[in-house]
């Protein structure tokens, strides 16, 4: 049914009462931005990926939606989708690991925190990881960072650009030191991908935070990040009693990290495809047949490393 049969059919069914406005809510027909009030149609949201119209809010998002955002149609294919996780030390807080693992996936439908795979990305075949912060608040264990190792590797191999969608509250304290040699593991892959020449591009999200902020979220070629991301390392708390300081309010946004050097590029949702494909479509080699630059290109390329002065060069 279309907005406009919808309007016309609830002008045939009178005033609407509040509880049906209540339930339609809670239906999922109608979102309300959480930054701004208003209410928009759920499906326009979605068309707009997910970005409040009104205030250019960014809703929340998960991997199976970003992936949907990003990837060609029907061009997507998943990678080690059989890697479980397991609970090595049987960690237990107030509930096993072992349970909270399993009643995670049966409420997500995820096996753990990221989800890889090959596809294109405006024709451009890339290897792309996106993080979900359902699952555990993101957090990267054992899964996690066995993943993203063979999603590089396959990436090198192959000679893929790789982009990760980094949402993440740190590394998975359940899996103790499993997790945080995941973090040197990762970063060895992301060296071997740099060594054969091949461009690698984190995109920071609400919120980065802890090893991946540590990790590989930082060392990409150009940093992208999407408005008002919060990105940090340690908590705002723990940061202002260790430098018994007060922080800026704007402290660990990712406009205060692009201000400060951080981050190279800030790119709302609505443009964050078209960015990539262009910024991989700049990295390709000179001898690739695709390559052929427009003026709008260069003038794009100066232009941005002229105020961002991120590492832009064609070779
Ligand atoms: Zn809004």
Not at 8 to 26: F, H, L, M, T, V
Not at 33 to 44: A, I, M, P, S
Not at 249 to 255: K, L, N, P
């Amino acid at each position: 049914m279309s907005l406009f049969d919808w309007f016309a059919n609830r002008r045939k069914a009178g005033p609407i009462s509040e509880d049906r406005q209540e339930r339609e809510i809670a239906d999922g027909l109608w979102t309300k931005c959480e930054e701004c009030g208003v209410l928009t149609y759920t499906k326009d949201l979605r068309a707009n990926q997910w970005v409040c119209g009104e205030c250019h809010h960014h809703h929340r998002i998960f991997s199976d939606e970003r992936i949907r955002q990003l990837i060609d149609a029907q061009t997507w294919q998943p990678l080690d989708t059989h890697i479980q996780p397991k609970d090595p030390l049987g960690f237990k807080d107030r509930k096993a690991y072992g349970d909270r693992l399993r009643d995670t996936q049966t409420k997500t439908q995820l096996t753990d925190a990221v989800q890889t795979g090959l596809g294109l990305l405006d024709g451009l075949p890339v290897a792309l990881g996106v993080m979900d912060f359902r699952f555990m608040g993101g957090s990267m264990g054992s899964v996690v960072g066995e993943k993203l190792t063979r999603l590089i590797e396959q990436g090198t191999r192959d000679r893929r650009p790789v982009i990760i969608i980094c949402a993440s509250g740190g590394a998975r304290m359940q899996e103790g030191m499993l997790s945080l040699m995941q973090m040197a593991k990762i970063s060895g892959a992301l060296q071997q991908h740099q060594a054969a020449r091949l461009l690698y591009l984190p995109v920071l999200t609400h919120p980065t935070t802890g090893g991946v902020t540590a990790s590989f979220a930082m060392l990409g070629d150009i940093i992208l990040a999407e408005p008002k991301a919060t990105i940090g390392f340690a908590g705002r708390r723990v940061v202002e009693q260790t430098l018994r300081e007060k922080l800026p309010d704007d402290f660990q946004t990712a406009e205060y990290l692009r201000d400060h050097g951080f981050v190279d590029l800030i790119v709302p949702r609505t443009q964050l495809k078209a960015t990539l494909a262009q910024l991989i479509r700049l990295h390709q080699p000179r001898t690739a047949p695709a390559l052929g630059l427009e003026a709008s290109e260069t003038e794009w390329a100066n232009g941005l490393s002229s105020n961002a002065a991120a590492p832009i060069a064609v070779d």
